[in-house]
């Protein structure tokens, strides 16, 4: 059974960065595709990035040209570089394997 288990949260300021991880475990052949998601309060959950199984990788308007996707094979690692990051940018952050979820990373951006 898959597991995804993020990590690398927590608060920093605006303009600031920090890099998510979502590690995958159990019987896997490939860690994508994948996708990372966020939902702040009272706000529906939003898909902000993916990577497919061709390895395209997708953002959502909002983090263009800030965030970025990368993955690492051998560690069954995907990693969501998040850079000049904005107080809206705050949420919760899942990794999407399927219908398998993370527990979810807080992530918050003071002003």
């Known amino acids: 059974q898959v597991q995804l288990v993020e990590s690398g949260g927590g608060l920093v300021q605006a303009g600031g960065s920090l890099r998510l991880s979502c590690a995958a475990s159990g019987s896997i052949f490939s860690i994508i595709p994948m996708g990372w998601y966020r939902q702040a309060p009272g706000k529906q959950r939003e898909l902000v990035a993916s990577?497919?199984?061709?390895?395209?990788?997708n953002y959502v308007d909002s983090v263009k040209g800030r965030f970025s996707v990368s993955r690492d094979n051998a560690k069954n690692t995907v990693y969501l570089q998040m850079n000049s990051l904005k107080p809206e940018d705050t949420a919760v952050y899942y990794c999407?394997?399927?219908?398998?979820w993370g527990q979810g990373t807080q992530v918050t951006v003071s002003s």
């Open positions: 990577i497919t199984r061709g390895g395209m990788i």
């Open positions: 999407n394997y399927y219908a398998i």
